[in-house]
């Protein structure tokens, strides 16, 4: 079983309101941060457990149980696209460079004039990335992102992007310290992520759309994960501090 990801402290206490089926979620005796004791293996996360997947089959639940929730998803989402979308946020916050998409899909979502890279999970869409990003200087490998993070050099981009990354990956710190490694000095790491401190988990409790099973491993809260990324060499700052009912944590850290 596996031990706490944020203090790593092996006892732990299983919160049956968020368990499901053969999924255990718990919280930290020691440190109270609250994680999947028993994810499955990356082989898992490959095929059966494959992010794509996983991610339609909640929608569709999701949809059942609470499609008030799912309309405002939508209408917040057409507002995120009047303003521009996530290729302006990207600009704006990498300005030019080289920059490394961890968990890259197929590999679309860096902007020019950034020169993308990326790491993928998935065999299909790392060849689709590669392939579209080879066409702009950059390309893309397939694997786990902690061991192929080893392929770059030191100091290799200006930015790295993190977007729904996180939640997925039983050893955050070891991933954070990895690409605190390939970033340039002073270069930025742009995270999104479920918060766990969210009013809406609170309020919708175990209905609530950051838990995703058993693809979602880690659940953070805004103070918990700025202290892992300050421990891992991070400067800290939060984009949407003044949004207490977002149910993502949109931040960016820098190489200090």
């Known amino acids: 079983m596996r031990s706490c990801p944020a203090c790593g402290a092996a006892a732990s206490t299983d919160i049956p309101a968020y368990c499901r089926g053969p999924w255990r979620i718990c919280a930290c005796d020691t440190c109270g941060f609250v994680y999947l004791k028993n994810p499955p293996a990356y082989e898992a996360l490959v ?3 494959a992010w794509e997947k996983t991610k339609a ?13 799912i309309a405002l998803d939508k209408a917040f989402s057409f507002r995120q696209r009047f303003r521009g979308g996530l290729a302006s946020r990207y600009r704006k916050v990498f300005g030019s460079g080289r920059v490394l998409d961890v968990g890259c899909g197929r590999g679309r979502a860096l902007p020019e004039p950034l020169i993308p890279f990326g790491i993928e999970l998935s065999a299909a869409r790392h060849a689709e990335a590669d392939a579209y990003m080879r066409t702009r200087g950059g390309y893309a490998l397939f694997g786990p992102a902690i061991e192929k993070l080893k392929d770059f050099p030191e100091g290799s981009f200006d930015g790295v992007l993190m977007s729904s990354i996180l939640e997925h990956e039983p050893e955050p710190k070891a991933l954070l310290r ?7 000095p002073g270069g930025k790491l742009y995270l999104r992520l479920p918060n766990f401190g969210s009013s809406n988990r609170k309020i919708t ?3 609530w759309c950051g838990f995703r099973y058993p693809g979602h491993v880690n659940y953070f809260t805004t103070p918990q994960l700025k202290r892992m990324a300050e421990e891992c060499g991070y400067a800290w700052r939060q984009l949407n501090r003044w949004s207490p009912l977002a149910d993502n944590m949109l931040v960016l850290l820098t190489k200090s």
Request: avoid cysteine; charge should be neutral; hydrophobic fraction near 40%.
């Open 47 to 49: 095929e059966e457990f």
């Open 57 to 69: 089959e909640d929608r569709q639940k999701r949809a059942a149980e609470v499609p008030f929730l």
């Open 178 to 184: 990895g690409v605190h490694r390939v970033l340039a």
């Open 205 to 207: 409790g175990a209905k």
